[in-house]
């Protein structure tokens, strides 16, 4: 599996920014997704999954309500929109292939990553 992430960049609080996720390698339609994150000095975090067909999506509660997590099988992409931004958003974000929740984003493929940054 090839998933490259790409969207990523400095914002100031309550900012947006619109990761994107392109998948090759592997039949995307038939995989769940996932994006997760890392803050400097933290673990990886499960931010938001969605079932291969897009039917069930699923939030951490940290992003619930500002993040919507989409995906265009026909494309092969997925999608996060994270809207009103928060210092605590500051990470590197994944996309995870193969998982809907949290239980396997540690040994699941993943991507290089993209930067955001939230700083006023």
């Known amino acids: 599996a090839q998933l490259v992430e790409n969207g990523g960049g400095s914002v100031q609080p309550g900012g947006s920014l619109r990761l994107s996720c392109a998948a090759s390698?592997?039949?995307?339609?038939?995989?769940?997704m996932s994006w997760a994150r890392q803050a400097p000095g933290k673990g990886m975090e499960w931010v938001s999954g969605?079932?291969?067909?897009?039917?069930?999506?699923y939030y951490a509660d940290s992003v619930k309500g500002r993040f919507t997590i989409s995906r265009d099988n026909a494309k092969n992409t997925l999608y996060l929109q994270m809207n009103n931004l928060e210092p605590e958003d500051t990470a590197m974000y994944y996309c995870?292939?193969?998982?809907?929740?949290?239980?396997?984003?540690?040994?699941?493929?993943r991507g290089q990553g993209t930067q955001v940054t939230v700083s006023s």
């Open positions: 390698g592997f039949i995307f339609s038939q995989y769940a």
């Open positions: 969605i079932f291969n067909d897009g039917s069930r999506i």
């Open positions: 995870v292939a193969g998982t809907y929740d949290a239980s396997r984003v540690l040994d699941r493929p």
